[in-house]
């Protein structure tokens, strides 16, 4: 009898520990990172030609890519700015299209080397083929000649 109770007993601690075995597992922690995302990029090639003394020129064939995850309570704006002044009886404008389900675009805007605000107002959006269009006015003071600027836009804080 005693050697039944031990078989008895051992065959308890088996199933226990089969039971125990099946239930072990094992876990991972996954570290991820978002990080900000806030580009802006241009596509295009402007050119503009004033014939007359007093004119205006619009190119409309550039286009620009916006992306951004920032949330609605902290949005983004786009500036432009140019790299060196306009030379006289010159005025370079520019205007872009906003994102089609956010953002507001500021209307045409007389580029400087100051930063101005062309886009405000975005967050969480991601569209491209958005249209840029570049306005040269010329006065009769304009020189003739050529000559280029850049364009720089960059994405910040809205104030």
């Not at 226990?16 to 978002?34: D, E, I, L, P, W």
């Not at 286009?63 to 309570?73: D, G, M, R, S």
Request: no cysteine; aromatic share 2%.
């Amino acid at each position: 009898m005693r050697m039944g109770r031990i078989m008895g007993a051992a065959a308890l601690l088996v199933v226990v520990s089969a039971g125990t075995a099946a239930a072990q597992g094992s876990s991972h922690t996954v570290n991820y990172t978002v990080n900000s995302i806030n580009t802006v990029t241009v596509t295009g090639t402007p050119s503009l030609t004033i014939t007359t003394t007093t004119a205006a020129v619009t190119d409309s064939a550039s286009t620009y890519a916006v992306e951004t995850n920032a949330p609605a309570t902290s949005p983004k704006r786009i500036m432009a700015a140019l790299d060196n002044p306009m030379e006289a009886g010159l005025t370079l404008q520019v205007e872009l299209d906003a994102p089609s389900t956010v953002g507001t675009s500021a209307g045409v805007v007389t580029l400087s080397t100051t930063e101005t605000e062309v886009v405000g107002d975005l967050s969480q959006v991601a569209e491209s083929g958005l249209k840029i269009r570049y306005t040269l006015t010329a006065t009769p003071a304009a020189a003739a000649g050529s000559n280029s600027k850049v364009v720089t836009y960059t994405i910040v804080d809205e104030i």
